[in-house]
């Protein structure tokens, strides 16, 4: 059992991130529609309309337990699919506690992550049940988008300055602290500056994805010591 600051778990429910973050949000979309480059071409308007934060489907800081994660998946922040709605975007249920492994979810929900992201853990043998106990998604900024801005650092630092960031970053130290295994899937950048405790440790508890495009967990992605990524979650 691992154990976090309860302060910083209240942090970062949905409730306490809307009211943070309220008044930096208008400052992150005046700067997606000032952004300069392609502006004015189909592939800027594009571009932009990917960069847009969903307000609407509300935040999502993690989804797991923090208290029974072995292993830590760290994400940019939310996608979302055609015709998310804020009920269907995060879909808690008590008896699983990552919410994207449970059969409950959305098709699309089931497709991308029990097919997809968890889909060789699971031929591996680890069950969806082990991953919803150990497995804990953190996100580096909690709102929604099509896209993340990779280059606009204009855009990176407007989304920095969000106030959920800090106790997001506190959340993923403490864990660290506590020997989690950590899989970077996307942002490895900002994640290393806001936790410097995790470069230290890459290549014997911190696994970086070597691509951004598949989002699988597999031995592929994450070479290194992948039978402790198995070992971790079956424990």
């Given at each position: 059992?691992?154990?976090?600051?309860?302060?910083?778990?209240?942090?970062?429910?949905?409730?306490?991130?809307?009211?943070?973050?309220?008044?930096?949000?208008?400052?992150?979309?005046?700067?997606?529609?000032?952004?300069?480059?392609?502006?004015?071409?189909?592939?800027?308007?594009?571009?932009?309309?990917?960069?847009?934060?969903?307000?609407?489907?509300?935040?999502?800081?993690?989804?797991?337990?923090?208290?029974?994660?072995?292993?830590?998946?760290?994400?940019?922040?939310?996608?979302?699919?055609?015709?998310?709605?804020?009920?269907?975007?995060?879909?808690?249920?008590?008896?699983?506690?990552?919410?994207?492994?449970?059969?409950?979810?959305?098709?699309?929900?089931?497709?991308?992550?029990?097919?997809?992201?968890?889909g060789t853990l699971r031929r591996a043998g680890v069950t969806l049940e082990q991953i919803s106990r150990r497995m804990l998604k953190v996100e580096l900024c909690p709102?929604?988008?099509?896209?993340?801005?990779?280059?606009?650092?204009?855009?990176?630092?407007?989304?920095?300055?969000?106030?959920?960031?800090?106790?997001?970053?506190?959340?993923?130290?403490?864990?660290?602290?506590?020997?989690?295994?950590?899989l970077i899937a996307r942002a490895e950048e900002e994640w290393f500056a806001g936790v410097p405790a995790l470069q230290d440790l890459v290549g014997t508890r911190v696994?970086?994805?070597?691509?951004?495009?598949?989002?699988?967990?597999?031995?592929?992605?994450?070479?290194?010591?992948?039978?402790?990524?198995?070992?971790?979650?079956?424990?």
């Open positions: 059992m691992t154990q976090v600051d309860p302060a910083i778990i209240s942090a970062l429910q949905p409730a306490a991130i809307n009211a943070a973050d309220l008044l930096s949000l208008p400052a992150y979309k005046d700067a997606v529609e000032k952004t300069i480059p392609g502006a004015r071409t189909e592939k800027g308007r594009i571009a932009r309309e990917g960069w847009r934060i969903r307000e609407d489907l509300g935040p999502i800081a993690f989804d797991g337990d923090p208290a029974t994660a072995t292993v830590l998946l760290l994400k940019a922040n939310p996608s979302y699919g055609d015709g998310a709605t804020r009920e269907s975007h995060f879909e808690p249920h008590p008896d699983w506690p990552l919410s994207v492994a449970g059969p409950h979810v959305t098709a699309g929900t089931r497709a991308y992550y029990q097919n997809g992201v968890f709102w929604a988008s099509k896209k993340w801005p990779t280059g606009q650092q204009h855009l990176l630092q407007q989304m920095a300055r969000f106030p959920s960031r800090s106790p997001t970053l506190e959340l993923v130290s403490q864990l660290v602290d506590q020997g989690v295994l950590v696994f970086v994805s070597r691509t951004k495009i598949a989002p699988a967990i597999s031995e592929r992605m994450y070479p290194g010591r992948w039978p402790l990524v198995l070992k971790a979650l079956r424990s």
